[in-house]
């Protein structure tokens, strides 16, 4: 829990580099939330807006961890934009994403497992 209230503390920070477990826990926990969020208003019959404002309101820290997440790849936060590309920029992002992290520093900081928490 630890590093989903991480991103949210940095929630417009775009740059430096984010490790995998940064990413991936605040990346389940949204899900997590979404989907119970979703299921609770299926339940009592809502229209699903606390899913759509949960959404919103966690889109800035998502675009910043995954763009840092890039960066830690040693890749600009650019390469988001090929997730536009059908079915195969998705892939090519999930693929970037989960990649291991450049080891040592990079023109995009510091190594953030050599960093201390």
Do not use: C
């Amino acid at each position: 829990m630890s590093w989903y209230v991480r991103v949210l503390k940095k929630y417009a920070e775009f740059n430096g580099r984010a490790r995998r477990t940064e990413y991936w826990t605040f990346f389940l926990v949204n899900f997590v939330v979404t989907a119970v969020l979703g299921f609770l208003e299926g339940l009592v019959g809502g229209p699903g807006i606390l899913a759509l404002l949960y959404g919103l309101a966690v889109l800035v820290p998502t675009l910043a961890v995954g763009l840092r997440r890039l960066h830690d790849t040693d890749r600009s936060g650019w390469w988001t934009l090929i997730a536009f590309v059908p079915v195969i920029g998705a892939i090519v992002l999930l693929v970037f994403l989960i990649q291991d992290g450049q080891p040592g520093a990079s023109r995009y900081g510091p190594d953030p497992k050599q960093v201390p928490a």
